[in-house]
């Protein structure tokens, strides 16, 4: 199992980007999925996850409103779209997959999954 982040840079305050997963060996179109980030001297976050029980996107407060998490199932991919970045939003932003059944989005957004993928940087800056 091999989830390929992508879609990092540099980009000015109140601009956008867009993060891509993709995974090989796994299908995402049923598994939770999330998105992680971590910030230099501060403690991984779940930033936006679909868990596997019905109805159970949750997206931590700092993010609600700007961020959205995509599915494709089609493309084997999710995506991260990223509106009105902030600098307190530059961060490693790490894809992550679990195929637990039954439990929330905010269930893994605080606890983690269990596939991994490796990061992309986001750096938010003038």
């Known amino acids: 199992v091999q989830l390929q982040a992508s879609g990092g840079g540099l980009v000015q305050p109140g601009g956008s980007l867009r993060l891509s997963c993709v995974a090989s060996?796994?299908?995402?179109?049923?598994?939770?999925v999330g998105w992680f980030r971590q910030a230099p001297g501060k403690e991984r976050e779940g930033v936006a996850c679909?868990?596997?029980?019905?109805?159970?996107?949750a997206y931590t407060d700092s993010v609600k409103g700007r961020f959205t998490i995509v599915r494709d199932g089609a493309k084997n991919t999710i995506y991260l779209q990223m509106n009105n970045l902030e600098p307190e939003d530059a961060a490693v932003y790490y894809c992550?997959?679990?195929?637990?059944?039954?439990?929330?989005?905010?269930?893994?957004?605080?606890?983690?999954?269990?596939?991994w993928g490796k990061g992309t940087l986001v750096t938010v800056s003038s």
């Open positions: 992550a997959a679990d195929e637990r059944t039954h439990y929330s989005g905010s269930y893994f957004c605080d606890r983690g999954m269990y596939y």
């Open positions: 679909i868990g596997s029980s019905r109805h159970s996107t």
């Open positions: 060996g796994f299908t995402l179109d049923r598994p939770a």
